[in-house]
């Protein structure tokens, strides 16, 4: 039963949420991962950034205590996400402090200039940022990734000669009279 994407759930289970804020829009999605194992994100609307930092904190605090202490798998109570849209830009201050607090739930803020705020496009928000649905891996065939590589003449000719690779003095004199002599050709443009 992999579902692989957040799609809207029944609003019975976020009527605790409707009426301690009745002021903001809340709606709940949820990503199966197998039967009775799920991923949560509540999407919540606000309208501005002011209503967003006196909420925040209590909006978290009351999914913790109303939603998440009543799931009874482990995977689903440590995958529950709270998405906070709102249509205005907010500061970077406040947007860090809320996606870095990791208290009771994982915590996203989506602002800037949002315009469509429909219950598709936020469900495609939570996929694409929470599931990466938006990422795409081009395949290649096997002779495309393995390719020859090419080589510099200067190259070619150190692979194909018999350099000695011993630590005795004269093996390191032949390595560098070799370089030397591969510079000199490079300064004289001979190669």
Not at 62 to 70: F, K, M
Not at 157 to 167: A, D, E, I, Y
Not at 171 to 177: G, I, P, T, V, W
Request: one cysteine or more; glycine letters at 4%; hydrophobic letters at 40%.
């Amino acid at each position: 039963m992999m579902q692989n994407e957040f799609i809207l759930g029944a609003g019975e289970d976020i009527e605790f949420l409707k009426t301690a804020f009745p002021e903001v829009e809340f709606n709940l999605y949820r990503a199966m991962v197998k039967e009775n194992v799920f991923m949560s994100a509540f999407s919540c609307r606000i309208e501005n950034e002011e209503i967003l930092e006196q909420l925040w904190s209590r909006i978290n605090s009351l999914i913790g205590a109303e939603y998440q202490t009543q799931l009874l798998d482990e995977f689903s109570s440590w995958n529950i996400y709270l998405a906070f849209f709102i249509p205005k830009q907010v500061s970077n201050v406040l947007k860090y402090n809320i996606e870095n607090d990791t208290f009771f739930v994982r915590k996203i803020v989506f602002d800037s200039n949002l315009e469509d705020l429909e219950k598709e496009v936020i469900a495609k928000n939570l996929n694409s940022h929470i599931l990466g649905k938006d990422i795409s891996i081009e395949s290649q065939s096997i002779q495309e990734v393995i390719s020859v590589p090419e080589y510099s003449s200067i190259t070619k000719r150190l692979l194909s000669t018999k350099l000695p690779l011993g630590r005795t003095g004269n093996d390191k004199k032949l390595r560098q009279a070799w370089l030397d002599k591969a510079i000199l050709e490079v300064d004289n443009d001979e190669i």
